[in-house]
Structures are given as C-alpha cells and as structure tokens.
C-alpha cells in the first residue's frame, strides 16, 4: 500500500506565507516526479509546480517568483513554499507522485488528500 499524506494548509492573510508538505509512504521502490496542484471553487484543477527526482523544477505562470517546490528523497516529501500569497491562491492544494511501489515493475500516479488554503484579503 501507498499513500500520501498533505499537511500545513490553513488561513493567512495577503502577504503571508505558508509552507505545504506532502509525505508518500508504504511499500515503495521509487519515486519520481512530485507535483502540486489546486483546485479552487468552480475551477479546473490546474498545476502550481512539479520537481524530477532530479531536483527539475517547473511551475504554473501564476505563481513563479512567489511558490517554491522542494523534496527530500530520503524522506520521500514534496514541499511547497508559498510566499506573498494572493486571495486569488485560494483553492484546496493536492500533491501528485510517479511512485513504483515494491514487487511492481508499474509507475503509478498517487494523489494526497488535499488541503485547503485559503487567503483573505
């Protein structure tokens, strides 16, 4: 089994920042690309920013300059640093993972709970 687990979602101001964090744990042999994603009310989910187990980075137009993606391979975690948020960053925030769990030769995309994000104006 493999899961992923979100955390450090909350309520902040404009301005503010928060820091995301999404763990996968379980049977795994590797992992490769982690991503963020958002979905706001009545919106497409849309990609914030993705990191090869390389450390290759991209993100969405919208939050270049303000979001930065991190991992730790050892631990298996994506973070997620948001800086300067903006009312309109609101949205619930979901991680993605290209994991190959153990005794599987299969790549396969996990996905986190969610956690919502939301910031006032």
């Known amino acids: 089994q493999v899961q992923l687990v979100e955390s450090g979602g909350g309520l902040v101001q404009a301005g503010g920042s928060l820091r995301l964090s999404c763990a996968a744990s379980?049977?795994?042999?590797?992992?490769?690309?982690m991503r963020w994603y958002r979905q706001a009310p009545g919106k497409e989910r849309e990609l914030v920013a993705s990191?090869?187990?390389?450390?290759?980075?991209n993100y969405g137009d919208s939050v270049k300059g303000r979001f930065t993606v991190s991992r730790d391979n050892v631990k298996n975690t994506v973070y997620l640093q948001m800086n300067s948020l903006k009312p309109e960053d609101t949205a619930v925030y979901y991680c993605?993972?290209?994991?190959?769990?153990?005794?599987?030769?299969?790549?396969?995309?996990?996905w986190g709970q969610g956690t919502q994000v939301t910031v006032s104006s």
């Open positions: 993605n993972a290209e994991i190959r769990p153990r005794g599987s030769l299969a790549i396969t995309h996990y």
């Open positions: 990191i090869s187990s390389g450390g290759s980075t």
């Open positions: 379980g049977r795994i042999f590797s992992v490769n690309d």
